[in-house]
């Protein structure tokens, strides 16, 4: 069954809950391969000290591992925000119109023909379109060369 036929099914299709749902099916997973993949490094010897110490699971995933994974963090954010700001087909398909994202926009106004000799407005939408990207981009950026010089100090 496709997405779309899901989601009419449901109820969520033309919502964001809908829109929000596809994008979790979609990249949980890479998320998923980015953690799983770099908590298997993190030496147990943390752990196990912090529990000496008398911290609980929840206590030594928050003081420890949590501090840890923001890098890994930061980078499945940038990548996760670049796919589903520049998706278009799924919006396309699964929103049908109803609602509006930027991408599904630019596609719909450089598509149109209407401003066709006007490339000026359509790079300048352009433009304000990639600013979100370029704000995450900014201060995930901190947190990606935090973690790799923490890294570097062990």
Known sequence: MTVVLLLRQLGLAGTVIG?????????????????????????????????IDGAGPL??????????LRPVLATATILICLYVWNDVFY???VVGGRLDTLPLNLFRVAS?????????????????MSLPLVVVFAVAQRRIISGITGGAVK
């Not at 749902?21 to 010897?45: D, E, M, N």
């Not at 206590?59 to 840890?68: H, M």
């Open 112 to 128: 149109a023909g209407l401003y066709l000799n006007n490339w000026h407005l359509i790079f300048a939408y352009v433009i304000l």
């Open 91 to 93: 919006a396309f398909f």
């Open 59 to 68: 206590l030594v995933f928050r003081r420890v591992v949590l501090p840890l």
């Open 19 to 51: 829109m929000i749902c596809v994008y979790l099916g979609i990249y949980l997973s890479t998320v998923i391969f980015f953690v799983t993949g770099f908590v298997r490094t993190i030496p147990v010897a943390l752990e196990e000290a912090a529990q």
